[in-house]
């Protein structure tokens, strides 16, 4: 299973990107979407999830901002980010819990490999 990340750019304050994440491969089903990002310095903090039956979660920095998203006939994840900040500058990641055909009794975790957000003041 393979995650391919884009959307990611240099946006000023106020502005708004979209972040897609495509899971690609021997997918036999995909449990939990979420989207994390690192900072210069910071640890990966988690900033939206997306269960299966489509129930959401917000970091609190980012609730009424980001959109979290996803369209299963597609196996993509979403992140749409409105009233970007400076703060919001970072290393977006995607994760997901996703059984593979080949061990579909084994719920694993896989990373896409990051974009990059810069938000300009």
């Known amino acids: 299973v393979q995650l391919q990340a884009c959307g990611g750019g240099l946006v000023q304050a106020g502005g708004s990107l979209r972040l897609s994440c495509a899971a690609s491969?021997?997918?036999?089903?995909?449990?939990?979407m979420s989207w994390y990002r690192q900072a210069p310095g910071n640890e990966r903090e988690l900033v939206a999830g997306?269960?299966?039956?489509?129930?959401?979660n917000y970091a609190d920095s980012v609730k009424g901002r980001f959109t979290i998203s996803r369209d299963n006939a597609k196996n993509t994840v979403y992140l749409q980010m409105n009233s970007l900040k400076p703060e919001d500058t970072a290393v977006y990641f995607c994760?997901?819990?996703?059984?593979?055909?080949?061990?579909?009794?084994?719920?694993?975790?896989?990373w896409g490999q990051g974009t990059l957000v810069t938000v300009s003041s």
């Open positions: 997306i269960t299966s039956d489509g129930s959401t």
């Open positions: 994760n997901i819990e996703a059984r593979d055909a080949g061990s579909f009794h084994l719920l694993k975790s896989y």
């Open positions: 491969g021997s997918i036999f089903s995909i449990n939990g």
